[in-house]
């Protein structure tokens, strides 16, 4: 999961910052959206109902999370992973199938200890961001220096900071959104070199999840290409209380951190691809996806495997209800958790006919309560809207707005101009499992499932009937979207 929609909103906060006296520059008619016809409707209706009713998502989902299980980009389980979405798609009915290869950065997690020395010495329950290089074989010890965020660790200075050890003590907001995850989030992917850049000799932050398990979370974070690499690991919540509690008495607090994770050169990975081809010479594509990797810690059972099987289960259940007009095509993407490989190496393998994808759609923020729906189309199809809500009436009845730019995988459609549909779901559950231990197949409720599945059979149905146009997206940062978003989210993958 990755904060994506946060572009969204810089959009509109750069179209609000525009001076009120600016004339609005004349709008270019837009082209007609169409209507869906009667047919479609009912088709849609149809796909969404067996949906409601379908075993063959949770089945599936059954057998990734029990024969593959953790997945991370370039691992043995995640060529595993690759094996099941071909055989998985050629059991569905799906055609085409093929594995398109990608190569993934690889990176070994090895081992990690922390504990605290001082005043009162206890075990901490953490584990190694992904991509953190190894502490000295010795370890590391040092007074520990808490901050809430980055801009409260440069306000401390280097004479706070050098030879100690960051805590970035900042809680995630839990919200039905998912909003706290992008505001949470900085302090994983950029807090090591901050601190680094300050003389720490390591950094720990509190999980960046809505738990109080004593599980940490995991994810992604990155060096700068220059400075210095210090380890950066993950406390779990009850353990980042208990070295908050310990700093709050105001005695020094030492900490001793030692970590074996390294990276391991590159590996080859791949993502899956299956279709319901459409009809004629003409036909655009409907490409929908989630991605296939995990990270090591569960068994990627809601991030994402559910998102991979909500999509095929989805497009069986959109072809069964009547031949589409647009190819149907369904893409496990490759390494979204450590550098989005598959994701940019669709958009640059299949620039070529981007203009014939009419439309994208992502699911990858876990089988939860369905709430509403979110559109990115292009000017002018705000009349679209309504059938779309009408058909999904029994799974949501909120309508977002028209501000999604997709998730993490589908984004470099979006900034190329392919429009977007999107569930909005319960990211509060979600962020409770999101990246921990936790993300097991057990956690899976078959009726949240299957909403979901009926929810995209419906959207995907309307969307390869060929009915409608959905306009194009603007280039991305080129100009703001053209309906305010109602809740501003991040977009957490
Ligand atoms: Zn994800």
Redesign the pocket.
């Known amino acids: 999961?990755?904060p994506v929609r946060a572009f969204a909103a810089a959009l509109i906060v750069l179209a609000s910052a525009a001076p009120a006296h600016a004339a609005p520059a004349p709008a270019a008619p837009a082209p007609a959206a169409g209507a869906f016809s009667q047919a479609t409707l009912t088709r849609a209706r149809a796909a969404r109902d067996a949906g409601l009713r379908d075993d063959a998502g949770y089945d599936a989902l059954r057998e990734l999370c029990t024969q593959v299980g953790p997945r991370l980009a370039g691992s043995p389980g995640d060529a595993r992973a690759v094996a099941w979405g071909l055989e998985t798609m050629k059991r569905m009915g799906f055609s085409n199938v093929r594995a398109e290869t990608v190569t993934v950065p690889r990176w070994e997690r090895g081992e990690c200890h922390v504990e605290i020395t001082a005043p009162w010495p206890q075990p901490l329950v953490a584990c190694a961001l992904g991509g953190s290089v190894a502490t000295p074989e010795e370890g590391v010890e040092a007074e520990v220096v808490a901050a809430g965020s980055i801009d409260e660790l440069k306000a401390l200075g280097e004479a706070r900071v050098r030879g100690r050890i960051v805590f970035f003590r900042g809680h995630m907001e839990r919200a039905r959104t998912g909003m706290g995850y992008g505001a949470a989030v900085t302090v994983r992917g950029r807090g090591a070199s901050e601190a680094a850049k300050l003389g720490a000799v390591g950094v720990l932050i509190r999980s960046i999840g809505t738990d109080s398990n004593r599980d940490p979370h995991t994810g992604a974070m990155r060096y700068d290409s220059t400075g210095t690499r210090i380890a950066a690991l993950s406390l779990s919540a009850p353990d980042a209380d208990l070295l908050d509690r310990q700093i709050a008495s105001g005695k020094a607090v030492r900490l001793r951190m030692r970590n074996t994770s390294r990276s391991a050169g590159v590996a080859v990975s791949a993502k899956v691809i299956g279709e319901f081809p459409g009809r004629g010479a003409g036909a655009g594509i409907v490409v929908v996806g989630?991605?296939l990797d995990?990270w090591d810690l569960g068994q990627g059972a809601h991030?994402?495997g559910a998102?991979c099987v909500i999509m095929l289960a989805a497009a069986k259940h959109a072809a069964a209800a009547g031949p589409p007009r647009h190819t149907i095509r369904v893409v496990l993407f490759a390494n979204?958790?450590f550098g989005l490989s598959g994701a940019r190496g669709y958009a640059t393998r299949h620039e070529a006919e981007l203009a014939r994808h009419v439309v994208a759609m992502e699911s990858?923020?876990g089988a939860f309560d369905v709430w509403g729906l979110e559109t990115g189309f292009g000017p002018g199809r705000e009349t679209l809207v309504t059938p779309l809500m009408s058909v999904l009436a029994p799974v949501c009845t909120e309508y977002v707005g028209n501000g999604t730019r997709g998730?993490?995988d589908t984004g470099p459609l979006t900034s190329r101009g392919v429009p977007a549909l999107q569930l909005a779901t319960d990211a509060r559950p979600y962020f409770d499992l999101?990246h921990s231990a936790n993300d097991t197949f057990d956690k899976v409720d078959v009726a949240l499932l299957r909403e979901n599945i009926a929810g995209y059979a419906a959207l995907i149905v309307m969307a390869a009937s060929g009915d409608v146009d959905f306009g194009r997206l603007p280039p991305a940062a080129a100009t703001p979207v053209a309906t305010p978003v109602a809740t501003p989210a991040a977009t957490?993958?």
């Open positions: 999961m990755r989630g991605h995990s991030d994402d998102g979204e958790e990858d923020l998730g993490a999101h957490p993958r």
